[in-house]
């Protein structure tokens, strides 16, 4: 079946970084679209950046443009999210999800960014 499954959250002081994975399976990843969307405590859910199939065309939400990159593995069938620069405000549960229509996610991942 489909699956997705991100990896590599934690506990990160502001300035520090983290590289996100989602590792993917069950269908023919280097045919979609995927994204990155992250949900803060309290808050609702915000897209970060997306990318295209063949990981030529990248997009990001302004809060974490220049701090953010997108990027995909299609031999390794994962996406990735090199996350610099982190601020508390970057602190949320970070989903990866499939497709246009973002029809399936994985469980997320939880990024503290805090002292």
């Known amino acids: 079946q489909v699956q997705l499954v991100e990896s590599g959250g934690g506990l990160v002081q502001p300035g520090g970084s983290l590289r996100l994975s989602c590792a993917a399976s069950?269908?023919?990843?280097?045919?979609?679209?995927m994204s990155w969307v992250r949900q803060a405590p309290g808050q609702g859910l915000e897209w970060v950046s997306d990318i295209n199939n063949g990981g030529d065309k990248t997009d990001y939400t302004d809060s974490v443009k220049g701090r953010f990159t997108i990027s995909r593995d299609n031999t390794k069938n994962t996406l990735y999210l090199q996350m610099n620069s982190l601020k508390p405000g970057d602190t949320a549960v970070y989903y990866c999800?499939?497709?246009?229509?973002?029809?399936?996610w994985g469980q997320g991942t939880l990024v503290n960014v805090s002292t």
């Open positions: 069950g269908f023919t990843f280097s045919s979609y679209r």
């Open positions: 999800a499939k497709g246009d229509a973002r029809e399936v």
